[in-house]
């Protein structure tokens, strides 16, 4: 097994590196492969890779960490790092041994970067909703569509879609296709610009009878494989999350404690010290129910779906409600622009919408408790201490 990173290794890296970029990536949104490429001589972008395919509690830790401590200082290199950690995951685990040798290592190596695409200009949530199709012609599939949305779309030199196989119905079945951007019909382009996340490039993937050569094709059903990496990053969406969170507090406490009005310093006020200890509170929360999603993941078959939303959804919703929180403690020093508390509040709004919007996630949630209480159940997801529920369901334990 490769040696891992530590955390030292980590900190130093958003203490040197990051945090000095940070203000400048924001305020001129522009692109930072000098710090990606510093990211993967530490071997942070590969921790989710190992030669023999295992993918360790250890390993799944230190995601959550270097995560966590980079989006602390800027989400945005923290999303692009995670990225590229998600595409070697899903070459390692799906792709034939030539599409890896084509693009694992480069991307290991920071040196070309790939995306992940999902969405659709009408189909976000409602992914049955896709129309990219692949028509099977000879040793090649033909892909028509476009994509939108997606994280790294005009620097791309790969993508991984998702396509339905041969047309368009809502039951298709589908197919995760490696996609050389530089092949005819292809084309990446930059999208809106965003109010989060600046600095990383979002945009669009269009193709026009683009052929794909059969052996691109992912070793999975095409959704169960996507999903496998959408779990993966609703994981990662949850550990921004948490970093933003971990920011929001050290800026908080830091102006509470220096800051006095009438006399004395204002983290002597009971509401500050009330809105600081929700902070943490929750903080600890969604840390917890990360490192969990992370732990079922590890142990196989795309994790616990429950625990996976919930800490998405919870770790977004309170980095949004503490991010807005710490900009009250701040006050009117929040409203300056460069102040890094404006970008993690936009960045914690767009941790709410992407990967599962939270309305999709308490969805699931609650239809699932709902239908396993009809069944007379409710499974180890919602009450681990349920041996008859452990028996009765197929989660990850």
Known sequence: MSTLPTVEDVDLFCSEMVAPAAEDIELTARFFPELLSEAAQLGLQSLLFEADGSLDLARMALVHESTERIAAESAAVSLAVSVARLHTYLLARYAASEVCDRWLQPTLRAELFGAFAITE???????????????????????????????????????????????????????????????????????PELAGFRGMPNGTLTFEACRVPVQNALACDGFGGMMDGLNMARIEAASYSVGLLRGAIREATGWANHREAFGKPIAALPSIQSKIGRMVTDYRAARELVLRAGETFALGNGGDQA??????????????????????????????????????????????????????????????????????LIGPSFFPDSNTAHEKTDNVR
Request: charged share 25%; with cysteine; net charge neutral.
């Open 121 to 191: 200009p009408h189909a976000g949530t409602d992914i049955r909703a896709l129309t990219t199709v692949a028509r099977r012609q000879g040793d090649h599939y033909v892909l028509d569509g476009q994509k939108c949305w997606i994280g790294l779309a005009p620097v791309c030199s790969y993508a991984i879609v998702l396509a339905k196989v041969d047309h368009r119905e809502r039951d298709a079945d589908t197919i995760a296709l490696v996609v050389d951007m530089a092949s005819d019909g292809a084309v990446g382009a930059p999208g």
């Open 307 to 376: 625990v996976i939303s919930m800490a998405k959804m919870f770790a977004s919703d309170a980095a949004r409600r503490h991010t807005d929180a710490a900009l009250q403690i701040v006050a009117g020093a929040g409203m300056a622009r460069n102040h890094p508390l404006q970008r993690m509040d936009r960045d914690a709004k767009v941790t709410q919408i992407f990967d599962g919007t939270s309305e999709i996630h308490e969805t699931m949630l609650g239809r699932r408790v709902l239908r396993e209480a009809a069944n007379g």
